[in-house]
Each structure stands twice: as structure tokens, then as C-alpha cells.
């Protein structure tokens, strides 16, 4: 028979607090601020040429980068595998959503564990 050491108190809630939910926002501000300071000047001009933010989706940390155009869509896709590697170092968990204008594609989504695939990663770039 298996016992269950742990009291009832001690199991995660079912429904989040507001505090929860604020503590959680506060948490995607934070890692977003580290992330940005630690962006080189292209990444940074590229960021500011977008919509972006961090947040949590189904669980996962997520940074989301929102394209104007579909140019600057391919220079962001360019520079995944650096941003990758910014945020890795905060959270190995994490992934990097870049979508494309309204109406002119589907996103694309790279988890940060599988920056070992990436030819640059390799190389060091």
C-alpha cells in the first residue's frame, strides 16, 4: 500500500492566487530584462523592430518575438540560435517563438536544450 507523506497543505494549488499570477508576471519581466541587457547591438536593433516579451506557455517559459515584416522575420530567424544561448543561461528550459507577420506563415519554435542540433552552436558562433 503506498503512503502519501506529504500533507494535504503542502500539494500545489488548483487554481492560481492573484499573487501567484502577479509574482508570476514579475518572474517573465525579470528574465526578460536579463535577456535584453545581455543582447549584442544586432539582436537589440532586431528586438526593437518587433513586439516581444517573455511568458509562460503550457508551462514552458517562452520568449515570443512578433515580426513586423517578413524581412525582419528572417534576420530574427538568423539570430535564434545566439538568443537561444542568452537564455539558456537563465533558464535550460525555456523556449523562443518567432512569428511572422499576421497572415504570412505559421511560428517557429526552438527549445533552448536543442541548441546541440544547430551548426552555429557548434562552431561557436
Not at 506557455?57 to 542568452?86: F, H, Y
Not at 536543442?114 to 561557436?124: A, Q, S
Amino acid at each position: 500500500m503506498a503512503r502519501n507523506f506529504f500533507n494535504h497543505d503542502d500539494s500545489h494549488p488548483v487554481q492560481l492566487t492573484s499573487a501567484d499570477i502577479i509574482l508570476r508576471q514579475q518572474l517573465e519581466h525579470s528574465i526578460g530584462k536579463y535577456f535584453y541587457n545581455g543582447c549584442d547591438r544586432t539582436i537589440i536593433d532586431l528586438l526593437s523592430a518587433c513586439r516581444w516579451y517573455v511568458t509562460t506557455i503550457s508551462g514552458v517559459l517562452t520568449l515570443v518575438v512578433e515580426c513586423p515584416d517578413q524581412i525582419t522575420n528572417w534576420q530574427v530567424l538568423r539570430k535564434m540560435v545566439p538568443m537561444a544561448k542568452l537564455l539558456k543561461q537563465v533558464v535550460t528550459s525555456a523556449k523562443i517563438r518567432v512569428c511572422p507577420p499576421e497572415g504570412q506563415g505559421l511560428p517557429f519554435e526552438m527549445r533552448v536544450d536543442e541548441l546541440g542540433v544547430y551548426r552555429e552552436y557548434k562552431e561557436g558562433a
